[in-house]
């Protein structure tokens, strides 16, 4: 999973912001808006410091349905 989160950082290290995750997005072919984008970083994003960071990103991974 920590390499996946390496991935999704893309040039950004400290963790995955707004443009990181509209660039995962759009790679996938989802049509999700900037504003949900946000939504979806602030829901996790413990911190609040806009991005998720590595232990937010492993604590998502881990949420079961």
Same mark, same amino acid.
């Given at each position: 999973?920590?390499?996946?989160?390496?991935?999704?950082?893309?040039?950004?290290?400290?963790?995955?912001?707004?443009?990181?995750?509209?660039?995962?997005?759009?790679? &996938?072919?989802l049509e999700i808006n900037s504003?949900?984008?946000?939504?979806?970083?602030?829901?996790?994003? &413990?911190?609040?410091?806009?991005?998720?960071?590595?232990?937010?990103?492993?604590?998502?991974?881990?949420?079961?349905?």
């Amino acid at each position: 999973m920590k390499y996946a989160f390496k991935l999704m950082c893309g040039d950004y290290q400290q963790g995955i912001g707004v443009k990181e995750l509209k660039r995962i997005v759009d790679l &996938t072919g989802l049509e999700i808006n900037s504003n949900d984008i946000e939504s979806m970083i602030n829901e996790f994003d &413990t911190d609040q410091d806009n991005i998720i960071n590595e232990e937010e990103f492993l604590k998502i991974m881990l949420i079961e349905d």
